[in-house]
């Protein structure tokens, strides 16, 4: 994997072959954040990263500058790896935090300007998350969740849906409350 834009582009990160991730492709990484970039100046954005994986999501915002990035990972090998490879590249407002990310929404008090969840595809409990981030109120004003999700599922029909993506076999649902 590597980080598509910002202070570290181009910088290639290489996994952990005992790792069991799914990393979000660079293909629909570099979409994603060219929708984030003509949008928002996420240089002073606080971002949530549920089930952080190897933390790719992570290391992007953190390229880009965010204010703070707090990445929510269960696996204790996956911790291990973010925080040696966030050390390594000095993404000192990276915070890996290792919890399962339903417990941690039910204990955070932090408002994020992005919450991005990248579950397992097979995650049946998948399509709580918007409303459990929503719900626990962690979103500031304007603040949008964004979830990754294979094509089977749909979340057009959402009461706060904003939008939908898909890069290849990645899929986005941009979800946001309305004032």
């Known amino acids: 994997m590597r980080i598509i ?3 570290y582009k181009g910088k290639t990160i290489v996994t952990d072959h005992k ?12 979409g994603l954040f060219n929708i984030l970039s003509s949008r928002y100046d996420i240089s002073s954005f606080d971002v949530l990263d549920l089930f952080s994986g190897s ?5 992007e915002f953190a390229s880009r500058g965010c204010h703070n990035i707090h990445a929510v990972e ?11 490879t966030a050390g390594k590249l000095g993404f000192s407002r990276m915070r890996v935090i290792r919890d399962d990310a ?7 008090r932090v408002r994020y300007d992005i919450v991005f969840a990248d579950p ?3 995650m049946p409990r998948l399509k709580e998350i918007p409303d459990l981030i929503l719900g626990y109120d962690l979103l500031k004003p304007d ?16 009461e706060h849906f904003l939008e ?13 409350r309305e004032k």
């Open 120 to 122: 397992p595809y097979d």
């Open 74 to 84: 269960i696996e204790p090998r996956h911790v291990a790896f973010i925080r040696a």
């Open 5 to 7: 834009c910002g202070a």
């Open 164 to 176: 939908h993506r898909n890069y290849g076999n990645v899929h986005f649902s941009f979800f946001k």
């Open 143 to 158: 603040g949008i969740i964004i979830l990754e999700h294979s094509k089977r599922d749909g979340f057009i029909s959402h």
């Open 55 to 59: 933390g790719s999501i992570s290391y």
């Open 102 to 108: 339903f417990h941690f929404l039910s204990i955070c």
């Open 19 to 30: 790792l069991s991730v799914r990393p979000t492709t660079d293909f629909a990484k570099e």
